[in-house]
C-alpha cells in the first residue's frame, strides 16, 4: 500500500460502498450509491471504479460479464496507512500525540474503551517482553 495515490471524495465513497456491500458490477454499486443520495451517471461510476483500479485500491474481474469490481484495501488497512501518514506529517513521526488528540476530541462508548484498554495491556506486555530480550 506504500505510495498509493490518494483518493477523491467520490472515490472514496465509491471504495466504501465496495466495503460495505461488496464485490458487485458497476450497475449494481451506482444502485447503492443512489441510495446513499449520489444520482451518477452509470459512466460516472464506471469512470470512478477504473480510477479506483488503476491506484489499486479496487481489482475488477474480467473473466466474467459485466465486470466485478471488489475492493483490493481494507477500511482499516486505508485507516491505518493514513494515521501514519498524518503522524509523519503533522507529529514527527510519532503516532502517540495523534492518539491523544483523537482520545481528547471524542466520547466513547464502554466497549470501545474496554477495547482500548486491552489493546494498551497487549502493547504495554510486548514492550516488556522486548525489554527482557
Known amino acids: 500500500m506504500e505510495n498509493q495515490p490518494g ?3 467520490a472515490e472514496r465513497e465509491v471504495l466504501r460502498v465496495l466495503w460495505d ?5 458497476v450497475r449494481e454499486i451506482k444502485d447503492a450509491l443512489t441510495e446513499r ?5 452509470y459512466t460516472t461510476v464506471s469512470t470512478l471504479l477504473q480510477r479506483l483500479a488503476t491506484k489499486q485500491y479496487a481489482a475488477a474481474d ?11 484495501v ?5 485507516l491505518e496507512r493514513r ?11 510519532q503516532a502517540a500525540p495523534l492518539m491523544l488528540a483523537l482520545v481528547q476530541g471524542n466520547r466513547f462508548s464502554a466497549d470501545e474503551l474496554a477495547r482500548f484498554r486491552r489493546l494498551l495491556d497487549e502493547a504495554a506486555g ?3 517482553r522486548r525489554k527482557k530480550s
Open 21 to 25: 456491500q461488496g464485490p458487485g458490477t
Open 74 to 78: 481494507s477500511r482499516d488497512e486505508l
Open 62 to 72: 474480467s473473466s466474467v460479464m459485466p465486470h466485478i469490481y471488489r475492493a483490493t
Open 7 to 9: 483518493l477523491s471524495d
Open 83 to 93: 494515521l501514519k501518514d498524518a503522524a509523519h506529517e503533522l507529529c514527527d513521526g
Open 37 to 41: 443520495g449520489r444520482g451518477w451517471a
Open 126 to 128: 510486548d514492550e516488556s
